[in-house]
């Protein structure tokens, strides 16, 4: 059954598409996966359920993060893929809002179950005397992520104008603004410019990677060395927290909104994805890792969606047992938790596998299904 269905899926790709793309998509996917799985903690206390981060307890694990904060590779791979598909769209004379709507209808769609499901998941506890602690806890696990479709979503409306942006002008943008809050005693609410002008950095990498912009390995570098030499210097000097994702608490997140070192931190990743098409180009020309990739973008927006209502789902059951059991229930403040919390990942793989089975498997940026194949792009040389 497994053969016969890598059979079908290397049988149905066509052969100009880019495989490497779609596999730096699934790595994205998996390091939000994993890292919210990891980083997350629903602590049962006194009845009630607080969400908790082991990075508080344990700032040590802070390098942890650097591996699971992937952020930057969605918004390179999108910016490259809107890109091009926008300029198709022009060659075609397809409107600039027919394109656009057609996009962000496949990007928004499955979003209406997540909310109905949640909302009534909501609503019905509360009902019936639930603590309304814990019922916001849970519903804001599931419902913050969804910020990211917001600035996708925004973003992709500006893919003309990413197009001829030169990916310095945000950077430098990001920088000014950190200046402001953190150098020059500005407000906070300023920070929040960083929400648009920091994702639109690796966004506007990506459409210059769709001209043909990010075609030496020398430039792959430049990002890499320089994006790491940067963030290094950030937080070694600067103050910025070595944590790239939020840790409750801190007095400053990198994340909410995205500082200069998260910026700086993106570009290093940009780099390193560059340097590694390649590689993975070699990889998936194995037709049983290609399945393994081709499908898991068929159902990247399922995974992104529901991957913490799988948590949740798993965390709740255990209650359910009349026990605290370890790495699902417990407080993340000693390295037994980490060890725990791993143990349980595969019931958390399993609970999203029963989420993608319920909903149908639909792609994150709306470009990817079968038949259709966006041109592949060059790899640096």
Known sequence: MVTELVRRVEAATPAGRDRALDALRALAIGGVVLGHWLVTALVADSGTVRVASPLRHMPYLAPASWIFQTMALFFLVGGQSAAMSHARARAANVTYGRWLGTRLARLFRPVAAVLAVWTTAAVVPLALGADLATVYALAKLVWSPLWFLLVFAALTALTPLAARLHPAWPLATVALVDLTRFGLGG????????????????????AAWARDRLRTRTTAWALLLGGAAATAALVLWAGYPASMVGVPGAPISNQSPPTLAAVAFGLAQCGAALLLLAPLRRVLSRPAVWAFVALANLSAMTIFLWHQTAMIAVTTLGLLTGHILPGLHTAPDDPAWVLARLAWLPAFALALLACRAAFPPTDLDGTYAPGTTPPGPSSPR
């Open 187 to 206: 407000p906070a609410w300023i920070g929040w410019v960083n929400l648009a002008a920091g994702w639109l950095v690796p966004y506007c990498l990506g």
